[in-house]
């Protein structure tokens, strides 16, 4: 597994399995989000089969699926509120971590500097420079 940490209690990460889940425990995560679409996993690795292994493995799980066109301040907000702002110590993940770290960024956006959260992400090997724009003011 490649988990990689923004904040204290909020980490992101290319596609989990189900086997992952007493792992990702162990890591002290409690709660998972996932933020890849089912039109591009198998059938083992859906949001539904993720979710069955996550609550019998003691995770709470919630699902918000995410591509670059459904990343609205509506959408973001709601992704906010299921992963970065809960008091879990939640994982999202999708196919390589990009969308779950941006959705990330969207949300902190006009509540940190622009640089800061660049950095951040920059940190956990995402590259989101090109964003400083948008990441300058609120957007949610």
């Known amino acids: 597994m490649d988990i990689r940490q923004l904040t204290p209690t909020f980490y992101v990460s290319p ?17 998972i989000l996932c933020n890849r679409p ?7 690795h859906t949001a539904a089969a ?18 670059h066109q459904s990343m609205v301040p509506d959408v973001i907000a709601q992704n906010r509120s299921l992963g970065a702002g809960t008091e879990a110590v ?3 993940y999708c196919a390589s971590g990009t969308r779950s770290t941006i959705a990330w960024a969207l949300g902190e956006a006009g509540t940190r500097d ?8 920059r940190d956990a090997g995402y590259d989101l420079s090109h964003m400083r724009g948008v990441l300058a003011e609120p957007f949610v």
């Open 38 to 44: 089912d039109a591009e996993v198998p059938p083992s």
């Open 114 to 121: 622009a640089d800061q959260i660049i950095n951040t992400a």
């Open 50 to 67: 993720i979710r069955t292994a996550a609550e019998a493995a003691g995770l709470t799980f919630a699902e918000q699926p995410l591509t």
């Open 15 to 31: 596609q989990i399995d189900p086997a992952d889940m007493a792992e990702l425990r162990a890591a002290g995560i409690t709660h």
């Open 90 to 92: 939640t994982l999202a």
